[in-house]
């Protein structure tokens, strides 16, 4: 089985803080991606990689950046913590790009709150 | 701009009885459809999907049936279950792009 591991499970920040939120996934897949889950909004698309040192942004990136220096590792940073950042963030992954019908793993997400 | 759409937040059904969710979405241009389910402190996993090509995928007691004229899926669990209490999000495909709806919350009481 596909494992994707998020390093926090619960964070509580400061506003302006940097943060750093981590995830490793074992099964050498190609994409990457960070999703933010907010109630009655679903899970949004913040930045996605398909390569490593690859990022693509996805539909609400303001705020937010990542890195991807090894193709298990992917990184979401925020670089100035605000309290409109509190929210579930789930990383995961998918085989490669072009597979059709490809299904994504997710981790078991981290429950960040900016005070 | 909400491609995928599930305009039930939550839904209650007795076990043993059918639960049925459903999926509204607006870009003709995804050609795959999957269904996710989430537990609480969990993420979500993987649960079924179909391809644009079809109109129903069967897998157990899940079942998932696309109409593409009315851009509508749907998810049949029959028969319901306590365990298939959780959250599910519909999710539609087109290259590599993945949207997701906001999920609805399914309860199956004893």
């Known amino acids: 089985d596909v494992k994707v591991t998020q390093s926090s499970r619960y964070l509580v920040k400061r506003t302006g803080e940097k943060v750093f939120l981590e995830c490793v996934q074992d099964m050498d897949h190609e994409n990457m991606f960070w999703y933010r889950q907010d109630p009655g909004l679903g899970l949004r698309l913040i930045y996605f990689s398909y390569d490593v040192k690859m990022k693509e942004k996805g539909d609400i990136p303001e705020g937010y950046s990542v890195s991807r220096e090894k193709k298990e590792r992917f990184s979401l940073i925020l670089e100035s913590a605000s309290t409109n950042q509190t929210s579930m963030y789930l990383c995961?992954?998918?085989?490669?790009?072009?597979?059709?019908?490809?299904?994504?793993?997710f981790g078991s997400g981290t429950q960040l709150s900016v005070l | 701009d909400q491609q995928v759409k599930q305009n039930s937040p939550s839904l209650s059904v007795q076990e043993g009885r059918i639960s049925i969710l459903n999926c509204d979405y607006t870009n003709s241009m995804f050609d795959y459809f999957l269904w996710y389910k989430k537990y609480p402190a969990e993420g979500p996993t993987f649960l079924i999907s179909?391809?644009?090509?079809?109109d129903k995928n069967e897998d157990g007691r899940f079942t998932v049936f696309l109409n593409k004229s009315a851009k509508h899926l749907s998810l049949h669990i029959v028969p319901s279950q306590p365990g298939d209490s959780a959250v599910y999000f519909c999710a539609a495909k087109n290259n590599n792009d993945m949207r997701f709806g906001a999920g609805t919350r399914l309860t199956v009481k004893p």
């Open positions: 995961a992954s998918s085989l490669g790009a072009g597979v059709r019908g490809e299904k994504l793993f």
């Open positions: 179909i391809s644009s090509i079809k």
